[in-house]
C-alpha cells in the first residue's frame, strides 16, 4: 500500500505544533500501525532528520503506553484494540490518515505524538491500591470466599490498562470511565472494603485537581476503551462517592 500520513509534529510542550505530510510506499497490510511508523522513522532518520516520537512498550494491548488519535478516533478505527494491535489492513491502498496525539488539557503534549499521563499515575497514586500486611502474616488467598459474580465483575474492571483512550474520545475530557474502573475493582471485593470510604473521596478529588472534566453520559468513552470497560463502572463510582460522603 502507498499512504499519505499527515502527522502532528511539536519539538516540545511549549512549540505550536503542525501537521506534516509525509508519503509512505510498500506498506504490508499485515504490518502493525506502529510497525508502519518504525519503517518511517528508518526512512526519516536516513535523511538526517528528527524522527516522529510516539509512545509504546508491550505492543501487545496490555501496558497502555501506546496512544494515538488516527482519522479521528482512540486507538484508531478497529473496536476493542489498542494502537499498537491495529493492523494496515483496516486502511486502503491510497488512504491519507490523520495521527494526532491524545488531546485533553490533562495530557499536555511533551513531543509530536507523546502525552504526559502520569495524571493517571497521580490518581492511583490518591487510592487505587489495597494495604495489605506482608511481614508474613499473610492470609490464604482463598480464605475469602467471593461471589462469582463479583469476582468477573471485578476482573473486567481490572482489565483497564491505563492508556487515556477514554479522556481523549470524551468531549469534556473526562477520566471518569478510567477512575471508575480502579474505584470498582475493590468496590466489588470484601478486601476493598476496608479502605473504600478514602479511595473514592481522594481519587475523585485527586481527578477534579488534574483538571478532568465530568461525565454528561455521552457514552463516546466506552465506545473508544479498548478494553470494553462499562459505563456500570461509573454509575457505581458515582454511588460508591455518594455512600462515602454520607459516612463523612
Ligand atoms: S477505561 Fe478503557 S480507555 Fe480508559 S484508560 Fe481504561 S482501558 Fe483505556
Ligand atoms: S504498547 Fe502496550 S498496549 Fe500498546
Sequence with gaps: ????????????????????????????????????????????????????????????????????????????????????????????????????????????VIKDLVVDRSAFDRIQHAGGFISVNTSGNTQDANAIPIAKEAADTAMDAATCIGCGACVATCKNSSAMLFVGAKVSQYALLPQGQVEATDRVLNMVK????????????????????????????IARMNSEYLKASLKG
Design 1 to 108: 500500500m502507498n499512504l499519505t500520513l499527515k502527522i502532528w509534529r511539536q519539538k516540545n510542550a511549549s512549540d505550536k505544533g503542525k501537521m506534516v505530510d509525509y508519503q509512505i510506499s510498500d506498506v504490508s497490510p499485515d504490518m502493525s500501525f506502529l510497525e508502519m511508523l518504525d519503517v518511517l522513522n528508518d526512512q526519516i532518520i536516513t535523511k538526517g532528520e528528527e524522527p516522529v516520537a510516539f509512545d509504546h512498550d508491550c505492543r501487545e494491548g496490555i501496558c497502555g503506553m501506546c496512544s494515538l488519535y488516527i482519522n479521528g478516533e482512540a486507538h484508531g478505527p478497529d473496536r476493542g484494540v489498542t494502537t499498537c494491535q491495529l493492523h494496515m489492513r483496516k486502511f486502503k491502498d491510497g488512504d491519507t490518515i490523520y495521527i494526532e496525539p491524545f488531546r485533553a488539557k490533562a495530557f499536555p
Design 206 to 233: 485527586q481527578m477534579d485537581e488534574e483538571g478532568f472534566g465530568n461525565c454528561t453520559n455521552t457514552g463516546a468513552c466506552e465506545v473508544e476503551c479498548p478494553k470494553g470497560i462499562s459505563l456500570e463502572n
